[in-house]
């Protein structure tokens, strides 16, 4: 198989969407620094939210009246703090506060990643592991350095629940630190899997209806109908699985930081 051949089939694929393309290539060494398709469309999701902020907030705040644009500010804003106090307990409001920005601004990128990658010809920016891998593991050291400055040394006791025979202290401690430690992974796992499968998803069967239609043929061209319906279809669900993850992901976070303050006493 040439290269010619390698181009076509990966070109046909329904994974070309996730792509990473290289716009601006920069090399030093054996380190490579492009500028790609996904850089581009961080910094766009990022411009966006901060212009949609800007506009809501500009002149010394928003009006009394709030226009569509205000609402929406308002219930993101309302929606992330409430879900900071009902999943974060045994806190003070000041100190919640110290997280509430983290956690406003996580699942306000998570969001607009999430709806941008519904545009046709976008880029979903989530549905590659490497980025939510790293969003997670960042998060993940970020609510282990929280737990250890609210109860220090104690914060190991996390990973040895109160009241276990000794016996088999050393076995749960493992399993704990296991299960801990793989919150790294999962929160990354679950948002790439469910993104990139929804698209794949929805590409494959797009592609079929495509394909059918552009047949020179009438059976063809009334059976288009069926996927194309499916592909319809699934848009609604699909949407509704961009705005979950980042609602899932970002109420792991409320409870992981709940595990790291309060330890046992959540569960």
Known sequence: MDNFEEAKIILNSPLEQFAILPWIPMKLGNLYFSFTNSSFFMLLTLSLVLLFVHFVTKKGGGKLVPNAWQSLVELIYDFVLNLVNEQIGGLSGNVKQKFFPCILVTFTFLLFCNLQGMIP?????????????????????????????????????????????????????????????????????????????????????????WTMLCMNNLFYFIGDSGPLFIVLALTGPELGVAISQAYVSTISICIYLNDATNLHQSS
């Not at 997670?136 to 929280?146: A, E, N, R």
């Not at 006791?157 to 299960?179: C, D, K, M, T, Y």
């Not at 948002?191 to 990139?196: E, Q």
């Open 121 to 209: 010809y976008s880029f979903t920016v989530s549905s590659h592991f490497l980025i939510t891998l790293g969003l997670s593991f960042s998060l993940f050291i970020g609510i282990t350095i929280v737990g250890f400055q609210s109860n220090g040394l104690h914060f190991l006791s996390f990973f040895l629940p109160s009241g276990v025979p000794l016996p088999l202290a050393p076995f749960l401690v493992l399993l704990e630190l296991i299960s801990y430690c793989f919150r790294a992974l999962s929160s990354g796992i679950r948002l790439f899997a469910n993104m990139m499968a929804g698209h794949s998803s929805v590409k494959i069967l797009s592609g079929f209806a």
